[in-house]
């Protein structure tokens, strides 16, 4: 393995060490902006932290002391100060947030940070807090970077970015040079990896019935869904199991905080409660001296949320299992929407929530019953479940989910004397008016445009958090971390559902305080509907990679190892997020990626469905995985406009609504000039009629500003770019005289109708 694969390998390894949470409800805030808008920037370690009230009681927050290393912007000689965040547990209530930040004692973070103004501490905090400048991350999760081995990651990207670069970018842009609070420069000095054990063993997992297995939930209290690690070498003291990060996609590791999650530890066999945030991937063990000792992989079909108390009758922290009651007298929880801010005369919006608490209802059982009469009610600790719009989530947040839990002790609760409910829940969701320019909301059932956010997937996902769903990593998953504008997950899987069955089940049973009556499943008539797969054959021809000689297209860029796996179409103007990967077998005759939109036969500038394709030589397109079916999930069979977008390539659209069903009739765009519809735009050359090629930035109108993209990397070798007309990973004149045949032609569609 060369030395930069081991880096990367480290660098996902060690994240273990470093948790902060990633969410689906948030989009990307360019570091730049971050440093422009940060009141404050420093890197410290996390020494301390504790939970509290406010002094209304209406929220509970932890405050992490943080020990600085270096101010970046704005110098200060104070040597420690307290970042707050959103949810903790106080005695007997706890407060969970979706998106959350946990920060991990002892661990180092890079900080973008907001003044604290808005927040009166309370009695909670003592004496020495009115000493220490209290602040808040900038941008919620997106304020905090790990510090991992001489590197900062951020995780709307997933890379490692080297500390002196980015310290350097943001001297260069505040014009101001680290200091240490005591005034001296601040250099990152280099960390060694840490060497493997000797013994670095695989390992075996099995279930609580010591049975061989793969497939395991996360997050339960139950003894049955224990994990049990068999292998050698261990070590006799306990060292730390580290899982996959479900709140990061999959990406870096995480550990348990709690010492209750580990059952036992011998050298040969390990049995630990699988963390809540554990998702599918990898599992790895560490001995007491921090060194590796077994890895192997997991798959987590499912994660829930539970609590961690000392409260009521438990010596340290523990796992608790939160239930839901009788809470509204009609069996379950009543969601009110609030009429201060907007959500309750939104028809549209409420139509989006209604149809995602619809599928929960249906699938699950769930008691959550959606009241439109309205309440002043908002955010707080005040025994509301509500929905509002809201102008005070942090920048780059689209949603947030806040779930209460309430205890309540007995002497005839045995064992654990304790029993924990959900007492509340509340949803916020931006207004469209606050979102980043040229983003907005998407309210109905079809598919999101391109700079839209899916309002009823979001919700979906959000209604998930509060049933006590955690994350999973399965991009395809509505608990998914993640969801991008143009994308849209409006079903609910098996999996899903199964987590959902067993939190409804979990509770329906007599409470051992029985003036807490438990919740009634809610029945009702309801019929998910199955949506169709739907399909077709497409055939193209792109100009500047046509071989008039040949009479098919050349493949240079698969050959030369320069087209890339991933779809290309996820930056501007595109902004397509779908996740089609080309398998590295797949390229015989393949020429290059295009983007195929499904549009409305009634509207052909509305997108309904789009995914990323391959076209090979002959003009056939075919899928990421190499079938010659183009298909679209959910999608019924129908009569849809096809649009084809490609990098260096006027878009088109066919002149006429195209059948698509389990047939796969083709639709050839090869035959002839009024295959598209408007005028020129398909040219014909050699009896074949093709993409004109020269629309290098992809506005649909070939001009000087793509003249200028062919300037700009003009005799650029083995590159895989826009102005690489021809498509032979090389920039020269042959591409300039590609776009200058067709300077000043115009698309029938653009890139603004996605």
């Known amino acids: 393995m060369n030395s930069l694969s081991s880096k990367l390998i480290y660098y996902t390894f060690v994240l273990a060490l470093f948790s902060t949470s990633l969410q689906a409800t948030t989009h990307p805030i360019s570091i730049d902006y971050r440093i422009e808008m940060a009141r404050q920037i420093a890197f410290g370690k996390v020494v301390q932290q504790h939970a509290f009230w406010d002094d209304a009681k209406e929220n509970i927050y932890t405050v992490h002391l943080i020990e600085i290393s270096a101010y970046l912007k704005e110098f200060s000689n104070k040597k420690y100060v307290e970042i707050i965040t959103m949810g903790g547990v106080v005695e007997d209530e706890a407060q969970v947030v979706f998106p959350n930040i946990t920060l991990q004692n002892e661990q180092e973070y890079f900080f973008f940070l907001s003044h604290e103004t808005a927040l009166v501490m309370g009695q909670q905090t003592n004496a020495r807090t009115n000493q220490i400048p209290r602040y808040r991350p900038f941008a919620s999760v997106q304020g905090i970077l790990p510090y991992v081995h001489n590197h900062f990651i951020d995780y709307h990207t997933k890379q490692p970015v080297a500390a002196e670069q980015l310290v350097e970018k943001v001297e260069k842009q505040t014009r101001f040079v680290a200091q240490r609070p005591n005034g001296?420069?601040?250099?990152?000095?280099?960390?060694?990896?840490?060497?493997?054990?000797?013994?670095?063993?695989?390992?075996?997992?099995?279930?609580?019935?010591?049975?061989?297995?793969?497939?395991?939930?996360?997050?339960?209290?139950?003894?049955?869904?224990?994990?049990?690690?068999?292998?050698?070498?261990f070590g006799d003291e306990p060292g730390k199991v580290l899982f996959s990060n479900a709140d990061f996609g999959g990406v870096g590791f995480i550990i348990s905080n709690y010492e209750s999650d580990l059952v036992y530890w011998t050298d040969r066999e390990i049995?630990?409660?699988?963390?809540?945030?554990?998702?599918?991937?990898?599992?790895?063990?560490?001995?007491?001296?921090?060194?590796?000792?077994?890895?192997?992989?997991?798959?987590?079909?499912?994660?829930?949320?539970?609590?961690?108390?000392?409260?009521?009758?438990?010596?340290?922290?523990?796992?608790?299992?939160?239930?839901?009651?009788?809470?509204?007298?009609?069996?379950?929880?009543?969601?009110?929407?609030?009429?201060?801010?907007?959500?309750?005369?939104?028809?549209?919006a409420l139509e989006s929530f209604e149809r995602a608490l619809g599928k929960w209802q249906c699938a699950t059982k769930i008691n959550f019953t959606l009241d439109k009469t309205g309440t002043t009610k908002t955010f707080a600790n005040d025994g509301h479940c509500v929905i509002q719009y809201s102008e005070n989530l942090p920048l780059g947040v689209l949603g947030i989910a806040t779930s209460r839990f309430k205890a309540v002790a007995s002497s005839s609760c045995s064992g654990t004397k304790t029993l924990w409910y959900l007492k509340e829940f509340d949803i916020q969701f931006t207004p469209d008016y606050l979102m980043a320019a040229g983003y907005s909301w998407n309210f109905s059932s079809s598919q999101p445009l391109s700079q839209q956010f899916d309002f009823e997937s979001i919700a979906l996902h959000e209604l998930g958090h509060a049933h006590g769903i955690g994350h999973v990593v399965n991009p395809t998953n509505v608990m998914y971390f993640g969801i991008a504008n143009g994308e849209s997950k409006k079903e609910l899987d098996e999996a899903e559902i199964d987590a959902g069955r067993h939190r409804v089940m979990h509770s329906i049973g007599q409470n051992c305080i029985s003036r807490f009556e438990p919740m009634i499943p809610l029945e009702q008539s309801c019929q998910v509907v199955e949506t169709a797969k739907t399909a077709t054959r497409i055939k193209v021809i792109l100009e500047g990679c046509f071989d008039v000689s040949q009479q098919v297209m050349q493949t240079k860029l698969a050959a030369k190892g320069?087209?890339?796996?991933?779809?290309?179409?996820?930056?501007?103007?595109?902004?397509?997020?779908?996740?089609?990967?080309?398998?590295?077998?797949?390229?015989?005759?393949?020429?290059?990626?295009?983007?195929?939109?499904?549009?409305?036969?009634?509207?052909?500038?509305?997108?309904?469905?789009?995914?990323?394709?391959?076209?090979?030589?002959?003009?056939?397109?075919?899928?990421?995985?190499?079938?010659?079916?183009?298909?679209?999930?959910k999608m019924p069979n129908d009569e849809y406009y096809i649009a084809l977008f490609h990098q260096s390539h006027l878009p088109i659209l066919s002149r006429t609504p195209h059948l698509m069903n389990e047939d796969a009739m083709l639709y050839d765009f090869t035959i002839n000039e009024s295959a598209a519809l408007g005028n020129a735009q398909l040219k014909k050359k050699s009896n074949r009629s093709m993409m004109n090629c020269g629309d290098f930035d992809g506005n649909g109108v070939i001009n000087s500003q793509d003249f200028n993209l062919w300037k700009q990397n003009s005799s650029a070798i083995d590159v895989y770019l826009s102005a690489d007309a021809d498509g032979n990973g090389i920039i020269n004149n042959q591409d300039f005289n590609l776009w200058k045949a067709n300077r000043s032609k115009i698309s029938a569609i653009s890139v603004g109708n996605h």
């Open 184 to 233: 001296h420069p601040f250099y990152f000095s280099k960390k060694d990896f840490p060497a493997k054990a000797r013994s670095n063993n695989n390992i075996q997992l099995r279930n609580a019935a010591n049975e061989n297995a793969t497939h395991f939930r996360a997050g339960t209290a139950d003894e049955a869904e224990e994990l049990i690690i068999a292998g050698t070498g």
């Open 271 to 348: 049995r630990v409660k699988i963390p809540p945030k554990a998702g599918t991937g990898s599992i790895k063990l560490l001995n007491k001296a921090g060194r590796e000792v077994g890895e192997a992989p997991i798959s987590i079909d499912w994660a829930i949320t539970p609590t961690y108390s000392s409260y009521k009758g438990f010596d340290t922290h523990t796992r608790q299992q939160v239930k839901f009651l009788n809470r509204n007298e009609s069996g379950g929880y009543s969601i009110e929407v609030n009429t201060t801010n907007g959500l309750l005369d939104h028809t549209v």
């Open 562 to 633: 320069l087209l890339p796996l991933a779809q290309p179409f996820s930056e501007s103007p595109y902004y397509y997020q779908g996740t089609e990967n080309r398998s590295s077998s797949v390229n015989t005759e393949i020429v290059d990626w295009v983007l195929v939109q499904l549009r409305d036969k009634e509207d052909s500038n509305k997108v309904l469905a789009q995914k990323a394709a391959l076209v090979k030589s002959d003009g056939l397109l075919i899928e990421a995985e190499g079938s010659n079916l183009i298909t679209f999930d």
